[in-house]
């Protein structure tokens, strides 16, 4: 910029001179009278005016030029804010609809099970490995809740429960980690058996119903639920759906393989339920 302004200014200059020098000769011609002398200002202005009229024009279109640059760029700036606030309106707008569908489920949950009693809590940490899957909570004893207590989704499905608590925070241990054992019914046969991570079904993010009956009517597409014995959980909590039925080449062991009704790797909000009534 400052190169371009110290070249304009040298023919600036250049053209003063210039334009001061037929001045002076068109004003000591002009004395004499001379028809040639107008003729020959005339002949030694035209390049000078045309010189000065491709300059002006040069100034007006870099100063036009510069003028529409800044303003583009203060347009661009007001509209880069307004994107800002409209996305950051957005996503305000999206975690309360969410919220939302998660009371209203809960709500649903309640009105069907009356002696439920829940609290909320969100995840703030995840801990996991090949054979591990837990994760912390914002509330611990401060809020109430105790070790043991089951936790699930606004719709009711089994997620796993407290095993680890503090004031402040608690770890969950979910249904998929291979320590996790949880008492089971088929839905559809009332049969009983034992839901529990297995390593084999944890790489593919499901679980194992184990000791079936060797004659075990069990099918693909059963929902299997918690018993509710041993007071751990209430009875009822969905925990997933039967994909296989395997037995293994002795015929001794009849197992299902099980994906949790629960979206467990996507899970940012959950409910602990901290009273219901015991199944005898």
Known sequence: MKSFINRKGFWVIIVAVVIALAAALSVALGHSGSDVANSLSNTLMKPVKTVMSSFVDSLEKYYNYMYRYDAIAAENEELKSRVAKLEEEYREYTEMSEENVRLRALLDLSERNSDYKFDTATIIAWTSSNYASSFTINKGTGAGLELGQGVITENGYLVGQITQIDYASATVTTILDTTSNVGALVNETSEV???????????????????????????????????????????????????SVVSDPSGLDVYAVVAPAADITDLTHVFIITEFNITQ
């Open 193 to 243: 058996a034992i839901i529990n991570g297995d390593f084999d079904c944890f790489q593919e993010g499901k679980v194992r119903l184990s000791y079936l009956q060797n004659d075990t009517s069990v099918i693909a597409g059963d929902t299997i639920i918690t018993s509710g014995k041993g007071g751990v959980f209430p009875q009822g909590l969905v925990i997933g759906y039967v994909e």
